[in-house]
């Protein structure tokens, strides 16, 4: 069963402005990470928050996680038209074997 | 340059087929996964490793094979058993510390088609 669900699906902003993706999931966490994919490529990692942390920053990325409500939001600031892509939530369950389940993903457009 | 392999980049099945999908890291990390991406879609996992010589089906394990002979390599066999194969298969390897998930590096993917 997938844990994280992603909204909006997809997000069309203009270069400059601030993009803002959700994740929520079902059940107990470990850690929750968030990944981005371009077209046609493998996925990268971008940040990873702890369940016992509520907010991480890594450059113009910013990420929090509320473990009441099961969610974590994206937030990439002074969006830029290379941040055009896909990303996604990926929740590492507590007490598990190590394996991620991953969202559906939010597909990023950010037009010059 | 360390990183993690997958070959080849596109791949063509023929009804009946088997084909074997190639993945390859040099990362000496512990743990392999191979994960299935339809249009639109999320990341499923097929099959995961933590060890050389063990693996575990993952969510939709039917219909694929694996081995994990060595520690570098984690090959994946879409059988002829499995109905629906077109799709973007990914590769990856993470380290683990005990059983918690260090973040994953990823393979550029195969595309596998059906003829």
């Known amino acids: 069963s997938q844990q994280g669900e992603e909204d909006p699906q997809a997000l069309s902003i203009q270069e400059g402005e601030n993009a803002t993706m959700n994740c929520s999931y079902k059940?107990?966490?470990?850690?929750l990470q968030w990944y981005r994919q371009n077209s046609g490529r493998g996925l990268v990692h971008l940040i990873l928050?702890?369940?016992?942390?509520r907010e991480k920053h890594s450059g113009r990325l910013r990420v929090t996680l509320d473990t009441s409500k099961k969610s974590s939001s994206l937030l990439i600031t002074a969006s830029r038209a290379a941040d055009t892509a896909s990303y996604f939530c990926?929740?590492?369950?507590?007490?598990?074997?190590?394996?991620?389940?991953f969202g559906q993903g939010t597909t990023l457009q950010v037009k010059p | 340059d360390g990183g993690i392999t997958q070959s080849p980049k596109y791949l063509f099945r023929k009804e009946g087929q088997n084909v074997t999908l190639s993945c390859e890291q040099n990362?000496?990390?512990?743990?392999m996964y191979w994960y299935r991406q339809d249009p639109g879609q999320g990341l499923r996992l097929i099959y995961y490793?933590?060890?050389?010589?063990?693996?575990q089906k993952g969510d939709i394990a039917e219909g694929y094979s694996v081995s994990r002979e060595k520690k570098e390599s984690f090959p994946l066999t879409v059988t002829s058993a499995q109905k629906n194969p077109t799709a973007f298969y990914l590769c990856?390897?993470?380290?683990?510390?005990?059983?918690?998930?260090?973040?994953?590096?990823f393979g550029d993917g195969t595309r596998l088609s059906i003829l």
């Open positions: 990856a390897s993470s380290t683990l510390v005990g059983t918690v998930n260090q973040p994953q590096h």
């Open positions: 059940t107990s966490i470990n850690n």
């Open positions: 928050i702890r369940s016992n942390e």
């Open positions: 990926a929740a590492h369950g507590s007490g598990n074997t190590g394996k991620l389940i």
């Open positions: 990362l000496n990390h512990d743990a």
């Open positions: 490793s933590q060890i050389v010589n063990d693996f």
